[in-house]
């Protein structure tokens, strides 16, 4: 809510389900709605497309469908002694999203459509006290205008 009476709202849902041990089927959906007129700063954006730039806008709706694969080889093993290396496991996904300035253009846009692999890797430090996650993906386009992209995260 700010001071001009707008106010905006997200709604997200995920789920999995184990398809065998160590595989895993991910969904995610995500939905942002706004009343009023936001500033440019504050509308909201399909951040979850890597490959795509959209615009940012009032309303926005989201979907992500990926299919997890254990890493190989044994776990946990120490990287130098300077962090544990707890969990490796690759993702395949596909990830569609679209945007609207008012709820009366909603379904006259097409959604943009990305699909990629990432690598994931979870890594301990300072006796289990700190975790790292490091992705490290590819994306590319398939429905929409845009460029297939690597890109690289670390969250603590």
């Avoid at 789920?15 to 089927?25: A, V």
């Avoid at 300035?101 to 990629?116: P, Y």
């Avoid at 006796?127 to 590319?140: E, Q």
Wanted: hydrophobic share 45%.
């Amino acid at each position: 809510l700010n001071t001009d009476g707008a106010a905006q709202a997200t709604y997200a849902i995920q789920n999995e389900i184990r398809l065998m041990p160590g595989i895993y089927l991910q969904a995610m959906a995500r939905l942002g709605v706004s009343s009023g007129v936001m500033p440019e700063s504050l509308r909201l954006k399909a951040s979850e497309l890597r490959s795509i730039e959209t615009e940012r806008a009032n309303h926005i709706a989201v979907g992500s469908l990926s299919l997890e694969l254990p890493g190989v080889g044994d776990l946990p093993y120490s990287l130098f002694h300077l962090a544990m290396v707890d969990r490796v496991h690759t993702r395949g996904f596909v990830t569609c999203g679209a945007g609207w300035t008012s709820l009366g253009e909603f379904g006259t846009t097409s959604a943009s459509v990305e699909a990629g692999l990432e690598q994931i890797v979870e890594l301990s430090t300072l006796g289990g006290m700190l975790s790292v996650t490091i992705k490290l993906g590819f994306a590319t386009p398939v429905r929409g205008e845009g460029e297939a992209a690597f890109y690289a995260t670390i969250s603590l």
